[in-house]
């Protein structure tokens, strides 16, 4: 689902990731074992009025050696590309300034819808001094203050109003995928290869959106396909986009809209800490995961056992993605590419697929049978039945006599018997339990 994107500029200490922070929603982690995992504060999805939206606060995208003048026109420009809506955030304490002046002027010249938030209005006399934020030509300017609150609610009413519908919605059936990853891992040259081997689609919808850059394809079977681009893949040479924060931030905006990511690492380099925190986002936003290992022909002396070890490495570092296939590939010599394809078609089956209550308590019986159900404090668990609520990811509801003592290790349990089963390669799957009244 693509949803609307907003962002938030301003010179720092103006309080926008105060008003970030107060407009996010917070979600609790689902995975109680992923390490590295940690909330990404620059962003994060929130709602108002029952819509969805995701919110990047481009103070947060900062670049060593860059002059601050420098700095706030690219994080300008980081908001008018990405983002539906802007929201240019100014301090009602110090009054204009030079560098508000810098921002509105290339806000202004973009075309693209922006609230003018005054912030720090924390009392009724400086929420009527406001008056002097006219001069930056972006219309009413709303105070705020993100640290009490006030004015918050008003400020999202005018954010909201800006979404178009057309923005809601990813409107065709086309398998979503992304390649995500570090930068230079070899991720656009994977996206022409596999444009090179396929047959691309022209899209002949006025592209002018940010997301016109996505190519369609098709394969020999007739399945229609969408690669999500990673922005930076097709645009190049921009002084943001070997940030680790900048990058972090397209490969999250990439995973909201895929069905299926493909984690890539350098067969040469090995694994970093940003690949498993991006990792565990993909795994956590419940997307389907290919991990494939690219530039696997510069990988020197390999014998029968290197594969083999570099898939206990990868095991290791990403315990939680346990369910990912992992492939070898070559960008450069054309290796295993269309395998890649072939595993998102299949793991986007096997999202979708649904599974009979009759077959799901044929397993829960079996299962039962190799470990029966443990007793919590003198309690025992039973699990009455389980099924299937929703697809993508699979999600089962396993009615039992006490939620409570439904433990992680007995969740785990169930899901490994459930992938013994059935076919679930590469993607994460759901259990809740709930009371059985
Ligand atoms: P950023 O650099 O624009 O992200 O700004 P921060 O959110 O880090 O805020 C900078 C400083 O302003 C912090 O000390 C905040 O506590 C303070 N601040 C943020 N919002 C408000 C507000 O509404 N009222 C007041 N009085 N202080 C605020
Ligand atoms: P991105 O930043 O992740 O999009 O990475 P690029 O696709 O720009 O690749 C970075 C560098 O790695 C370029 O010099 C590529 O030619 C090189 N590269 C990409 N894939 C392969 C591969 O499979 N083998 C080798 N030897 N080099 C590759």
Known sequence: ????????????????????????????????????????????????????????????????????????????????????????????????????????????????????????????????????????????????????????????????????????????????????????????????????????????QEGTTRDSVDTSFIDETGQLYTMIDTAGIRKRGKVYENTEKYSVMRALRAIDRSDVVIMVIDGEQGIREQDKRVAGFAHEAGRGVVIAVNKWDIVANKDHKTMQEFEAYIRTEFRYLSYAPIIFVSALKHQRLQQIVELVAAINDNQNRRIQSSLLNEMLLKATAIAPAPTVKTKRLKVYYLTQVATNPPTFIAFVNDPEIFHFSYERFIINQLREMFDFTGTPIKVIARLRK
């Open 1 to 204: 689902m693509a949803m609307p994107v907003v962002a938030l500029v301003g010179r720092p200490n103006v309080g926008k990731s105060t008003l970030f922070n107060r407009i996010a929603n917070e979600r609790i982690s689902i995975v109680e074992d992923t390490p590295g995992v940690t909330r990404d504060r620059i962003y994060t999805h929130a709602e108002w009025l029952g819509k969805q939206f995701s919110m990047i606060d481009t103070g947060g995208i900062t670049m060593e050696s860059q002059q601050l003048n420098q700095e706030i026109k690219n994080q300008a420009e980081i908001a008018i590309e990405e983002a539906d809506v802007v929201i240019m955030v100014v301090d009602a304490r110090v009054g204009v300034v030079d560098d508000d002046e810098t921002v509105a002027r290339i806000l202004y010249q973009s075309q693209k819808p922006v609230i003018l938030a005054v912030n720090k209005a924390d009392n009724l006399e400086q929420r009527q001094d406001i008056y002097d934020f006219y001069t930056l030509g972006l219309g009413d300017p709303l105070p705020v203050s993100g640290v009490h609150g006030t004015g918050v609610g008003d400020l999202l009413d005018e954010v909201v109003k800006n979404f178009s519908d057309d923005q809601m919605i990813d409107d065709d059936d086309s398998i979503k995928f992304s390649f995500i990853g570090r930068p230079n891992v070899g991720k656009s040259s994977l996206v022409n290869a596999i444009l090179g081997e396929n047959r691309v689609i022209v899209s002949n």
